[in-house]
């Protein structure tokens, strides 16, 4: 049986793109080969790589806008450090919202200046610090959009005179928000995009070559848009099965039809986690809660065992919240039915009357 996946990542992608990739492995286009064995300096396989950055920049606004797409490999982590080392001249600006951001801090401190302007470590990033000031002599300031641990979003950016730099591995492609305010987003397909392996890169040309050391090849920004990230092998499947997932969001009307879906899934569960007495919120103020995300507690633990047989039964998998917040987390990316949100309060309800 085909269980409800509520994981934070690698996490649920459409039905359908599940069925072309599984296709493709067996024989890519009728060419009697597997998407898996052919080069990808084959033509088949550019045509997929243009589709995948063309999609990307199509769907978040960002064409004929001086912004490259790229699809590199090391996961948002590599792009805590290729980021700094590509941007950091003398000082940054950072949010700490969430362990991410925390890592982002810790990877750029090896090249030179961070200020934290505010941070939420207080309370365990249960809120998003605002009314924070971005000094103007930083050379770029980072934020992390969307709290994967934690089930905290910035609903709004600040306006700063320098450029913007965002972690949007958990919420890219699932809102419309004015994209070209950043000058740099990056995202692991993991979680919203694609199957691990890859991580999208959208990049302002004219904020690069501003800093004065030598950056190795392989974590110059330059070597990979020069190359139209072929610099070197790139992540053949995920890069396809981005790809496929791009599609299937364009052709379901793009981001801002799925986001106006992901408001309904999160106003339905977020609703049950506030009317159901056995249940808690873990975010502390509602404004700063996440559509993708929703973190939530049981009120009394001895109703762990029944719930989670609820759970089990029916068919829901991937609930466990991180092991720094504990609880439930349901992740509800673009690919997730409302069908198995109603399902998860469904069981929740269902919890509530046998008790
Ligand atoms: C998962 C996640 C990461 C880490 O991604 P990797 O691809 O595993 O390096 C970074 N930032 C956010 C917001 C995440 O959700």
Redesign the pocket.
Known sequence: MKKHNFSA?PSILPQEVFKEAAAAILDYNNSGLSILEISHRSKDFIAVMEKAKSLSLELLGLENKGYQALFLQG????QFVMLAQNLLESKAAYLNTGT?SDKAIKEARFFGEVIEIASSKDKNYNYIPKNYEIPDDVDYFHC?S???IYGTQLKEFPKANTPLVC?M??DIFSRNIDFSQFSLIYA?A??NMGPAGT?LVIIKESILNKVSRAIPNILNYNSHIDKESMYNTPAVFAVYVSMLNLQWLKARGGVAAIEKQNNEKAALLYSEIDRNSLFEGFVSRDEDRSAMNATFNLTDETFKEPFETLLKEAGISGLNGHRSVGGYRASMYNAMPLESVQLLVEVMQELENKI
């Open positions: 990542g996961g948002a982590s590599t991410w992390t969307n709290n994967t972690d591995s958990s692991g993991q979680k991580t």
